[in-house]
Nanobody
Framework: QVQLVESGGGLVQAGGSLRLSCAAS????????LGWFRQAPGKERELVAT???????YYADSVKGRFTISRDNAKNTVYLQMDRLRPEDTAVYYC????????????????WGQGTQVTVSS
């Protein structure tokens, strides 16, 4: 069982930066693949980025070159550094954990956090 708690959301102007954190419980954190997803008002939840248990990363085209996912297994934490934010990045951001590496489909993620709001003003 893994419990995930996100933090770091807030209000930022376009062009600014935020760093989201997701702290996980459980002794086997390092064996999980981790992902960040987001859901904007009136839209379906979508993949933002993933990082495998070995540190390989994947990004949605919409955030490539602006967002960076990383993990610190010693701290049981995954991060999402978001730079050059745009109003269209406004959403609730969720972290999730999967027992399988290389997964981009939401149904492959077993554990989810409660989400943190990110609002980017123009």
């Amino acid at each position: 069982q893994v419990q995930l708690v996100e933090s770091g959301g807030g209000l930022v102007q376009a062009g600014g930066s935020l760093r989201l954190s997701c702290a996980a419980s459980g002794r086997t954190f390092s064996s999980y693949a981790l992902g960040w997803f987001r859901q904007a008002p009136g839209k379906e939840r979508e993949l933002v980025a993933t990082i495998s248990s070995r540190g390989s990363t994947y990004y949605a085209d919409s955030v490539k070159g602006r967002f960076t996912i990383s993990r610190d297994n010693a701290k049981n934490t995954v991060y999402l550094q978001m730079d050059r934010l745009r109003p269209e990045d406004t959403a609730v951001y969720y972290c999730a954990a999967s027992s399988f590496d290389g997964q981009t489909e939401q149904f492959m993620y077993d554990y989810w956090g409660q989400g943190t709001q990110v609002t980017v003003s123009s």
